[in-house]
């Protein structure tokens, strides 16, 4: 199995890693780097618990070979939280009670993060867009959507 | 309720934020796949592409040749050990690794260890299996009829695919009030087979050290104690005992029963690193989890209504057919193979009941497990409440006049129902005419009159729903032999802080925080300074685990009874260290104080200091106290659900416009992670009744075997729940609270398909199956001429 040699940054913090070709960016992660908040719920590319931040955009992170990350930038659900600050969604996570198992809450919560990159006082619709590639089995959405609301209160007030 | 406790103190009734929460935001959880041990081995699995086949040859050289690949186990492999069969829960048996033949689509057939999880997926390619096809059984009527292929050829003297006949109640009465019945209305219903799918799949790792002959699994487990047991029961008689096995359940990512059974993966994991002496990991796919993982439902019931023309109604007859796929492996207690079905009369005083349920094999995987629902309940609740509806609609009252007729009146209870369950307290009028209040009910009915008249298809349904949570008692209730009570374990260190250990297991329900609360409340110490361990069976008490709502109900009472032990303790020290008698001791939270001279008080820190520092001559020394609960009768959560859809004429699309949940759990914890529970069982109440559904083509190969087929709501079609409460506390359990983690699971499917068949009604339809995707729903519309 041919084997190559990928820098690339993660959380900020550079990385270099010899991979098989095959080997899938979420097992880098997590089983190379030891990243283990991104998770793994299907094979096909449907419940988004491995969503991170790829350059920026959300992308799912177990159909992206290790290869294709060489010289990109990702953010991880381990890179939200910034000199011991939570994130405006970690805490919308928290005081919201967006999360019950924890399981999807990684990945929920990068998609979250870019959703406001982007749009910074989205409707409820389209947050409930954003996350429609994220499955949660435990909330329902609703307090998952009243996360992301809260988060998006916080972050203007930062950013007026 | 009344909230006696401060903020700080966070008792019961604060919706206090969840403890676990910091490390979940952080990707700090601890879930079975991230943990790595030192010189650990992967696990895949060659499974079946037939539902039925004799095994010819497993040929695993061109495997055993991979670099990387150590060894591959097959049930050859397992039966020098005789391992290659277990139980199941329900006392039936199960293969771990066939010998001779497979008996479902997906079945393990061997088993491949290497050193990387790449490596072991390229072992399981290699191996070469030779199977000859069997003639596939996958309906189960066709099952029971004669001559059918018979599927567990391994026991001795099974001629036929019959697993168990059960029943309940008076037949010959039941049988009297239909003959003498002014009114009879009679439906089938088909409950399909659907999987809990928890976004974390199951999985292990089993890490067996050769010099002390200890066996630590790791494991994906809603029961590690029970699963201990069961371990060193099968495995005793190759030295695994039960001292040397240590199950632990690490944070677990959602169970919702599915976590219950044992699967072959945990046991085949297992016996490899006991033979290879090395930690072996095995992690499920999605596709594995679907298709291999135990069911829940797959209930084809008949159900038989009688009542007065005034719509009282008089009794209830229900038949029903259990598809059990390959083995019976329902997480039932063992005096019920059919769950607490005989809930089936509901929240509603009939008189006169009769039940049966007749369980069968068929060639798919292993079926009766829950999804999201104390064992059968849901079944029944959505029978009842259908054949309520049909009972409002041929006799033309509204069907919340109907119930209103019908329930159960709250001077009734406790209440004796006709199929034997003692109902522990309801209210049940006040909680629909709640429902009906929040969501403007007479308001709804007009618009839909409107609607309807303009050809707009709009429906409300309603469902009133009684539960039936928190099993045991024991006298009743056990899991192969085990009974069922639960237990809780609490130790106050000197400065006053606490930790907590319990035999259960959340999977996402907020235990950590909830105990706390418990614990809170009893002792006044801080929820905040309450540390809670659970999942653990070298350190928490033994216990029966977390599945059929049953954690506040028997463990929570267990936290308050072992907290009431200290209390009478810390009761005795506070009288030594303020020299007065016990009994001129009172309590308020966080301390005693003496009886009309209330300065004179020891907060329960003091009387923690004093118990490790200052305890009177004679005394033992410590502050600690185990509870092993044992419920005197099962809680009775209830509710009243109602929907409003607007279905598409073009598409036969079901829009969940509003649905309103007034739910009674009794005295609540943490109104917060109350609230979040029943958020997320209306999702899984609407699953089902709308995308949710795992089939069988003639040949037994699965439909709706990944995420692509099976179809689990997004937060697109999920609607924005709305709930409210009534309180009515469960008059036997120590602090008034119920289950609850289930009720909207069981609740919302009949409000939701009342209210597509309310929508229909007009062009005569009386009933829809579920799921109702637009395709049923467009078929229905299409033979009444409504849709294109």
């Known amino acids: 199995m041919a084997m190559h040699t990928i820098k690339l940054t993660v959380n900020g913090e550079p990385h270099e890693a010899t991979v098989e070709s095959r080997l899938l960016l979420v097992h880098l992660l997590r089983e190379n780097l030891r990243l283990t908040g991104t998770h793994i719920g299907c094979d096909t590319t449907h419940c988004g618990a491995c969503t991170i931040l790829f350059d920026g955009q959300p992308v799912k992170s177990c159909t992206v070979l290790a290869v294709q990350a060489d010289g990109r930038q990702l953010i991880t659900v381990e890179g939200l939280e910034k000199d011991n600050k939570l994130s405006a969604i970690q805490d919308g996570f928290y005081q919201e009670h967006g999360l019950q198992c924890g399981y999807c809450t990684p990945g929920m919560m990068i998609t979250g993060t870019a959703l406001l990159e982007r749009n910074n006082s989205p409707s409820e619709l389209e947050i409930r867009e954003a996350i429609s590639g994220n499955l949660c089995r435990c909330t329902g959405y609703v307090n998952i959507v009243k996360a992301i609301q809260h988060a998006a209160r916080a972050t203007k007030q930062e950013t007026p | ?788």
């Open chain 2, 1 to 788: 309720m009344k909230i006696d406790t401060t903020p700080e103190v966070s008792g019961m009734g604060h919706s206090m934020k969840r403890k676990e929460d910091p490390r979940f935001i952080r990707g700090k959880g601890n879930y079975v796949d991230d943990i790595q041990l030192p010189g650990m081995l992967y696990m895949d699995i060659v499974r079946s592409p037939f539902a039925h086949a004799k095994i010819k040859s497993i040929n695993t050289e061109k495997a055993l040749k991979i670099p990387g690949v150590l060894a591959v186990i097959t049930g050859e492999t397992l039966a020098k050990y005789n391992l290659h069969w277990m139980p199941t829960l329900m006392s039936d048996t199960q293969m771990v690794l066939p010998v001779e033949k497979v008996v479902y689509q997906s079945q393990e057939v061997a088993a491949v260890i290497a050193t990387s999880r790449y490596i072991a997926a390229d072992g399981v390619d290699a191996v070469e299996v030779d199977y000859e096809p069997l003639p596939v059984v996958v309906d189960p009527f066709k099952a029971l009829e004669p001559g059918a292929t018979v599927i567990r050829t391994d026991k001795k003297d099974k001629k036929d695919n019959h697993i168990f006949h059960w029943e309940v109640g008076d037949r010959a009465a039941t049988e009297k009030a239909f003959a003498e019945a002014e009114v009879v209305v009679k439906q089938d219903c088909y409950i399909p087979r659907i999987h809990v799918a928890s976004i974390e799949t199951c999985g292990c790792i089993a890490d067996f050290d050769r010099v002390n002959g200890k066996l630590t699994v790791y494991m994906t487990t809603q029961a590690p104690h029970a699963i201990r047991t069961v371990f060193a029961l099968v495995a005793g008689h190759v030295g695994l005992s039960e001292e040397r096995i240590r199950i632990i359940s690490p944070d677990i990512g959602g169970g919702f029963g599915g976590k219950v059974p044992v699967y072959p993966g945990y046991v085949i994991a297992t016996a490899a690193s006991v033979v290879i002496g090395k930690p072996i990991k095995w992690i499920e796919d999605r596709m594995e989890n679907l298709q291999a993982d135990s069911f829940a439902r797959d209930y084809w019931m008949k159900a038989e209504l009688a009542a007065k023309k005034d719509g009282t109604i008089t009794a209830l007859r229900i038949k029903t057919l259990a598809d059990h796929g390959c083995a019976d492996a329902a997480a039932n207690p063992s005096k019920f193979p059919a769950g607490l079905f005989s809930i089936c009369t509901g929240s509603y005083d009939i008189k006169h009941a009769f039940a049966e349920v007749d369980g069968a094999y068929t060639n798919k995987p292993p079926g009766g497990v829950a999804y999201r629902c104390s064992f059968r309940v849901t079944e029944a609740v959505h029978m009842i409440e259908r054949v309520t509806d049909i009972l409002a609609q041929q006799l033309k009252m509204d069907p919340a006049e109907l119930r209103l007729k019908n329930f159960i009146p709250k001077e009734k209870f406790p209440y004796q129902s006709a199929l034997g369950w003692e109902y522990d307290s309801g209210d049940y009028a006040r909680a629909l005419k709640l429902a009906m209040e929040r969501i403007g009910y007479p308001a709804l009915r007009k618009e839909q009159a409107e609607k309807r008249a303009r050809g707009e298809l709009m429906g409300i349904g309603i469902s009133s729903f009684t539960e039936i949570v928190g099993a045991g008692p024991s006298k009743h209730f056990d899991i192969l032999g085990i009974k069922m009570f639960d237990s809780a374990e609490i130790r106050i260190h000197p400065t006053g802080k606490a930790i907590a250990r319990f035999g259960t297991k959340s999977q996402g329900q907020g235990h950590e925080t909830t105990y706390a609360q418990i614990i809170a409340e009893e002792l006044g110490i801080p929820a905040s300074a309450v540390q809670i361990e659970e999942g653990d069976t070298d350190t928490a008490p033994y216990g029966l685990g977390t599945y059929a709502s049953r954690s506040t109900p028997t463990a929570g009472a267990a936290g308050a009874m072992a907290a009431r032990k200290i209390r009478e303790k810390a009761k005795k020290i506070a009288a030594h260290l303020l020299e007065v008698s016990p009994e001129d001791l009172v309590w308020e939270t966080g301390k005693f104080s003496v009886r009309g001279a209330p300065q004179r008080s020891k907060t329960i820190q003091e009387i923690a200091f004093a118990a490790y520092t200052n305890h009177p001559q004679g005394m033992e020394a410590g502050l600690e106290a185990v509870c092993y609960y044992d419920p005197p009768n099962l809680t009775f959560p209830f509710g009243s659900y109602i929907c409003v859809v607007d279905i598409d004429r073009g598409t036969g699309q079901v829009k969940i416009r509003r649905f309103m949940a007034v739910d009674d759990c009794g005295n609540i914890i943490n109104p917060m992670i109350v609230d979040g529970q029943i958020h997320g069982g209306l999702s899984m109440g609407m699953a089902p009744a709308l995308m949710e559904e795992i089939s069988y083509d003639e040949n037994g190969n699965v439909q709706g075997g990944s995420f692509m087929d099976y179809l689990v709501p997004t937060a697109m079609e999920t609607p924005s729940w709305e709930t409210d409460k009534t309180v009515t506390p469960s008059p036997h359990h120590p602090f008034g609270a119920k289950g609850v983690g289930e009720s909207a699971t069981v609740g919302a499917p009949p409000a939701i398909v009342n209210a597509v068949v309310d929508a229909l009604s007009h062009l005569g339809v009386t009933h829809v199956e579920i799921p109702m995707t637009p395709e049923r729903v467009w078929r229905i519309l299409k033979e009444k001429g409504v849709a294109e």
